[in-house]
């Protein structure tokens, strides 16, 4: 008799998963279908994404252009999606941290530049963090930046020189 209640409460546990996902993309799928005003035009905020995962392809694709990335030991597409994975990262996650309603525009700018700037930033971090001697000189090279900067704001505002 257990294994009955357990198994209606495992059956009915699915079912509500099952209702819940359907709930959850229906919201998903009216958000996107939501009209935003660009440009005179009221378009729906799914062709922004598409727009946005396009652009963020473009950059990725574009970096490959670049000299630092062609001396990178790894394939093409491993480039690629390294430099996507790293755009839609920026675009998606970092900026609406950073601003709190950023607008359409500046999401498809930061979607093709952070898939172009991607795999050369994930490479230098990379760099930085497997080697302690560089790490300790980009420690210092930024102190001895701040510490002039202060110095000149300080000097600036009649403090001591």
């Known amino acids: 008799m257990p294994q ?35 440009l005179g035009l009221q378009i729906e905020y799914k062709y922004f994404l598409i727009a946005s995962i396009v652009l963020c392809f473009m950059g990725a694709l574009l970096s490959l252009r670049v000299d630092f990335v062609k001396k990178l030991d790894s394939s093409q597409w491993s480039k690629v999606a390294t430099a996507m994975l790293a755009g839609l990262v920026i675009t998606f996650l970092i900026l609406p941290v950073a601003v709190s309603t950023p607008s359409v525009l500046f999401l498809m700018i930061t979607a093709f530049f952070g898939g172009l700037a991607g795999t050369i930033l994930l490479h230098l971090i990379f760099e930085l963090l497997g080697d302690r001697e560089l790490l300790d000189a980009v420690k210092d090279t930024v102190k001895q930046f701040l510490i002039s900067k202060f110095k000149s704001i300080a000097a600036f505002f009649g403090g001591a020189k």
């Open 4 to 38: 009955n209640f357990i198994a209606i409460k495992i059956a009915q546990s699915a079912v509500l998963a099952a209702a819940s996902t359907v709930a959850s993309g229906v919201s998903i799928a009216i958000q996107l279908s939501t009209p935003h005003e660009y």
